[in-house]
């Protein structure tokens, strides 16, 4: 079974597991026998070698104390459009019935019309500001129409999503409460593999539940998670535990607890948490402009593993390997090359690939940033004016727009030079394609020059074509060298 990472914000089912208080117990009686046993022996002559004092577990139940109060239940509510779906109407027949078959295959059917579903969640969350200010995930709150949230003292509000950066998984929450309780941000570059860290949040729906292990690994690169150095961590996360905070033993916050690897949809000790310092850059952005303003360099990069290392005359397996440099790009008026490898960014090294995406895109547009290079066998110093990182542009991004689910693809216009090389007036660029489009054989990398023999430039004029359509509408698209028409049936 293909093992997969799952983003957690949706209740499911309850299983609670307890396994520190027989730990403990069995530590106790231990050291309580050896204590009883102790006068049985001579006392060690001066100088001898000691045993070193016996271990014992962190005060968890203090950290807890201290902060659980600031750690909120999170309830959504909000509709999804449900497809048309052939129904019984004798209802759910338990497939173990033995009648089940026989009315799957003979008995009358009818079909139920498209139409709306009431989609219910669950999940996490921290205050960070006594006036109400809470953080939590992106995906808890996407599609939401009511946000309500839950404290520990079993007062409830109706909350305000402030805003939603989906690339990093952070959305910002707002209540109205005065003198909350509140958690301390941490570092998390002070945090070290092997450290304890704890989670508190509401598994399956049970609030304010609490868990422990240890940091796993640091940086870890996720799919489609180019911005986030995640925390690996072994600490139970299941669903409800989603946007809950992860804490370290001074009861600071050093992640935001978002998803797991699994095989079987629930926790199988692989969890991972967004760094707070991360989800904080992207806070404080929120809260003053309402949006996410993230720097490009404009290059494709890889991991270097030895063997690349050794091609390149690396001392070591380090930095990030550049691919690919797009044309016009920072990277390229700076001098960058594919085969070069980013050694440092702004005067830090870079240990690997994954942690040069977020400190790019946390550079604010217009700066310049020394980088040192590896470029064929020798060190060189680069500076590079970061520019900003362009949104997709989604055609029907808004729910109100007609054409996302009619054509389903994001695009954005062409640059200059992706126009000249494309010999076109405007184009958009696919990024991605779904629904009518995909399965009429558009992919992303497509260039769409027109709708109906109509030049389009723009998201926009892509948006009302379509919306003028009717069924069937032919895209005139350019792939690599060669251009097509190209007939979608859009229902």
């Known amino acids: 079974m293909k093992a997969t990472v799952i983003k957690f914000g949706i209740l499911s089912t309850a299983i609670a597991s307890i396994f520190l208080g027989a730990y403990e117990g069995a530590r106790f009686a231990g050291t309580a026998h050896a204590e009883s046993a102790a006068p049985a022996f001579a006392a060690a002559p001066a100088g001898a070698a000691t045993a070193a004092p016996p271990l014992s577990l962190p005060d968890f139940g203090s950290i807890v104390e201290r902060y659980g109060p600031a750690v909120v239940n999170i309830s959504v509510e909000g509709t999804v459009k449900a497809s048309a779906r052939t129904q019984s109407p004798f209802g759910n027949i338990d497939p173990d019935d033995p009648f089940y078959d026989f009315l799957r ?58 805003g939603v950066d989906k690339p990093t998984d952070i959305a910002v929450l707002k209540i109205d409460a005065h003198d909350l309780p509140t958690v301390p941000l941490g570092d998390p570059a002070q945090t070290k593999v092997g450290d304890w860290v704890l989670a508190i949040g509401s598994p399956f729906g049970f609030e304010n539940s609490v868990t422990a292990g240890i940091v796993s ?31 370290n033993l001074k009861g600071e916050v050093v992640g935001i607890n978002s998803q797991i690897y699994s095989r079987s949809g629930g926790y199988q000790g692989l969890s991972f948490a967004i760094p707070i310092n991360v989800a904080a850059q992207i806070k404080d952005q929120l809260l003053a402009h309402g949006k996410v ?84 066998g020798k060190t060189r110093s680069l500076t590079v004016t970061v520019d900003e990182m362009k949104t997709a542009e989604a055609a029907g991004e808004d729910a109100a727009s007609p054409d996302r689910g009619r054509l389903g693809v994001a695009v954005r216009p062409l640059s200059p030079q992706e126009r000249q090389q494309a010999e076109a007036q405007g184009g958009l660029l696919v990024l991605d394609a779904g629904g009518p489009a995909a399965r009429a054989g558009i992919e992303g990398g497509d260039v769409i020059l027109a709708v109906n023999g109509r030049p389009v430039a723009s998201a926009d004029e892509l948006r009302k074509q379509v919306a003028g359509a009717g069924k069937h509408v032919a895209l005139l698209i350019q792939r690599n060298e060669a251009r097509i028409f190209v007939p979608i049936e859009l229902g």
């Open 293 to 376: 303003t993230r720097g490009r360099l404009g290059v494709a990069i890889q991991d270097v593993n030895q063997g690349l290392a050794e091609s390149f005359g690396l001392d070591a397996a380090r930095g990030a390997l550049v691919s690919r440099v797009e044309a016009d790009s920072p990277a390229a008026r700076a001098g960058l090359e594919a085969g070069d490898v980013i050694l440092k960014f702004d005067g830090e090294a870079v240990a690997s690939s994954a942690e040069l995406p977020s400190r790019v895109a946390a550079v604010k547009p217009g700066k310049p940033v020394a980088l040192e290079v590896w470029h064929k």
């Open 217 to 247: 690994a640091k940086s870890r690169s996720l799919p489609d998670e180019g911005y986030v150095p995640f925390i690996q961590t072994d600490v139970a996360i299941n669903p409800g535990n989603s946007g809950g905070p992860l804490l």
């Open 105 to 162: 295959r003979f008995g009358p059917q009818f079909q139920v019309p498209q139409g709306e579903q009431i989609k219910r969640g669950m999940g996490s969350g921290f205050i960070v500001s006594p006036g109400g200010v809470i953080l939590t995930n992106a995906h808890v709150v996407e599609d939401a129409n009511q946000v309500t949230v839950k404290l520990t003292d079993k007062r409830e509000f109706k909350a305000k999503v402030l």
